[in-house]
Each structure stands twice: as C-alpha cells, then as structure tokens.
C-alpha cells in the first residue's frame, strides 16, 4: 500500500496536522521490483541483458526481448517460462553483494 501526502487546503484544530493521507491502493505483487538475468539462462548469442522493475514492465521488455532477440515464438509456453524466470530483485541485490565479497 503506498501512502501519498498532499497539503491540506484548510485545516482547524490544533491537534490537526496540516497534511491530509490519501491511500492509494496497488496491487504489491504489481509494485514488486522484479529482475530477469540472461545469463542465469543458456542461450546461444551469449546474451548477458539484465531487466529490471516492476512485474508487468518487466514481463513486457522480456517478451520482447525473447521474440526480437532470441527468436522464440509468442505463446503461451515462453510467457510461462518468463513468468517462471522472473525472480525478486532483492535476491539481485544480494547475489552482487556476495560476488563482491568474493573478490
């Protein structure tokens, strides 16, 4: 759920704070940070893209990823595989962290 602030035009009361809450409600598996790494992946162009954000941009950038570069099909198959692949960006975050370490 995320909470936008606006500023209250008039406001009485001194207990009263001059800003009013308007909850906006959004899907969170929407608002997700998701990632897609090819190189996670076998593929024969040696593809190394990194996509990155929410679920629907990117599943889109993906699919077409996969079509224009790859050459896959769009059907229902690849659009599972996707769905599949695509992993919380937190576990991105920590994987370079420990590739860091590592050095």
Same mark, same amino acid.
């Given at each position: 759920?995320?909470?936008?602030?606006?500023?209250?035009?008039?406001?009485?009361?001194?207990?009263?704070?001059?800003?009013?809450?308007?909850?906006?409600?959004?899907?969170?598996?929407?608002?997700? *940070? &998701?990632? !897609?790494?090819?190189?996670?992946?076998?593929?024969?162009?040696?593809?190394?893209?990194?996509? /990155?954000? #929410?679920?629907?941009?990117?599943?889109?950038?993906?699919?077409?990823?996969?079509?224009?570069?790859?050459?896959?099909?769009?059907?229902?198959?690849? *659009? &599972?595989? !996707?769905?599949?692949?695509?992993?919380?960006?937190?576990?991105?975050?920590?994987?370079?962290? /420990?590739? #860091?370490?590592?050095?």
């Amino acid at each position: 759920m995320w909470v936008l602030i606006l500023p209250e035009a008039q406001f009485t009361g001194k207990n009263r704070l001059p800003f009013k809450s308007l909850i906006l409600k959004n899907n969170r598996d929407e608002m997700k *940070r &998701k990632y !897609i790494d090819c190189r996670d992946f076998p593929n024969e162009i040696g593809c190394t893209l990194l996509i /990155s954000g #929410n679920t629907k941009e990117v599943f889109n950038v993906a699919l077409r990823h996969a079509i224009e570069e790859h050459g896959h099909k769009d059907t229902s198959e690849i *659009r &599972k595989l !996707i769905k599949i692949m695509m992993k919380d960006e937190s576990k991105l975050n920590r994987k370079h962290k /420990s590739a #860091n370490n590592n050095k």
